[in-house]
């Protein structure tokens, strides 16, 4: 059974293959945004097309789902980054996949739950900041209990399933799709010889293109529910 390469220090137990696909990966982001803003003109090129579209794209949904001026001037560099990033992550472990026997060393970071989570996590916290700094650390507390405070306890709830359904969506999506990737090869295809290998090799084409829609349908829409949660903890209903 092939598992990721975990080591421990200091304590702490490491995920190397989410360690390694997530620093390649970041730097991927880099090399690409580097290269699509050099040379940037007034009458735009093609490169600069690209990254002002995806600029414009991210910027829409931070102004679609957060009303506060103040917090949009922080929000749309995240949701850009935050964008691109899970996007490249989502795709990298349909086209690269580093195994050594039992031990897989690259693969899609956000096959791995704790990397979701983390990025779960710091959308949450970006939204208790906001918020606080919206309506002061009193203010903040007191809108869990309004209109009526046995909202609160309530409204606490709905902050755990929020961080839960916005990590394990984008997590569920991307694992299952690469679990099927690996039962058409590794099953499937040896499974009647040569038969089902020529059958094999075109329906793993056909559900890698599937993978690349539903990883940037997972990206939009985890940038898009975390404006939409950021959005609500800067108004007041």
């Known amino acids: 059974m092939e598992q990721s390469f975990v080591f421990k220090f200091l304590g702490l137990t490491f995920d190397l293959s989410g360690i390694i696909g997530s620093t390649l990966m970041a730097a991927v982001v880099l090399f690409v945004c580097i290269w699509l803003s050099r040379k940037v003109e007034m009458k735009p090129n093609k490169k600069q097309n690209i990254m ?3 600029i414009d794209f991210t910027d829409g949904i931070v102004k679609d789902n957060v009303s506060d001026v103040d917090a949009r001037k922080h929000l749309s560099l995240y949701a850009f980054v935050l ?11 349909l086209f690269l996949e580093v195994k050594a026997g039992d031990n897989i060393f690259v693969k899609s970071p956000t096959a791995d739950p704790v990397t979701t989570m983390s990025f779960a996590m710091m959308t949450l916290l970006l939204s208790f900041t906001f918020g606080m700094q919206k309506f002061g650390t009193g203010g903040y507390w007191r809108n869990y209990a309004e209109p009526v405070s046995f909202l609160f306890p309530i409204n606490m709830i709905e902050e755990v399933t929020n961080f839960l359904t916005l990590s394990l969506r984008l997590y569920g999506n991307i694992y299952a799709g690469e679990v099927l990737l690996t039962l058409i090869g590794n099953s499937f295809a040896p ?11 075109p329906l793993a084409m056909i559900w890698q293109g599937f993978s690349v829609f539903i990883g940037s349908i997972q990206a939009y829409v985890f940038v898009t529910l975390s404006m939409v949660y950021v959005g609500k903890k800067v108004t007041k209903e």
């Not at 964008?83 to 472990?93: D, E, H, P, R, T």
């Not at 499974?191 to 090799?201: D, M, N, P």
């Open 52 to 54: 002002e579209y995806l």
């Open 83 to 93: 964008f691109i990033y899970i996007w490249f992550m989502n795709q990298l472990g």
């Open 191 to 201: 499974s009647f010889g040569v038969v089902t290998l020529v059958l094999a090799a």
